[in-house]
């Protein structure tokens, strides 16, 4: 699962040189794995991810929207696919992950 989380990532060009970039394939990650709704980014998630990556909170959220609004500019059409319905805005990092979730289980589903 991890790797078609990076894979899909990557398909924006977007990379691992991007700080932010395994955190939020982690936080993809756990948004699979939990499966309830609704996510608790900023109580659950980022804390844990902080913990994880020996960072701030801040850092992980900021660095997060990051990989986020790459992926919105570098190509809102595949986000949008992706998400299976039109987006009017950039996503928030909750949203983007909960896409790419979607996505990825959507394709290793089939």
Same mark, same amino acid.
């Not at 899909?8 to 040189?17: C, N």
């Not at 595949?78 to 394709?107: C, H, Q, W």
């Given at each position: ?24 394939? =982690? ?16 109580? =659950? ?42 987006? =009017? ?22």
């Amino acid at each position: 699962m991890k790797r078609a989380i990076q894979k899909a990532i990557r398909s924006f060009g977007v990379t691992e040189k991007y700080k932010g970039f395994n955190a939020t394939v =982690d936080g993809v990650l756990f948004i699979i794995e939990v499966q309830e709704m609704p996510i608790k980014i900023t109580k =659950d998630l980022y804390p844990a991810l902080a913990r994880k990556y020996h960072t701030s909170i801040r850092n992980i959220e900021h660095n997060m929207r990051w990989i986020t609004t790459m992926c919105w500019e570098k190509n809102r059409k595949r986000l949008e696919e992706m998400a299976g319905y039109p987006l =009017d805005s950039a996503p928030g990092n909750k949203e983007f992950l909960s896409i790419l979730a979607f996505y990825v289980t959507r394709r290793n589903a089939s």
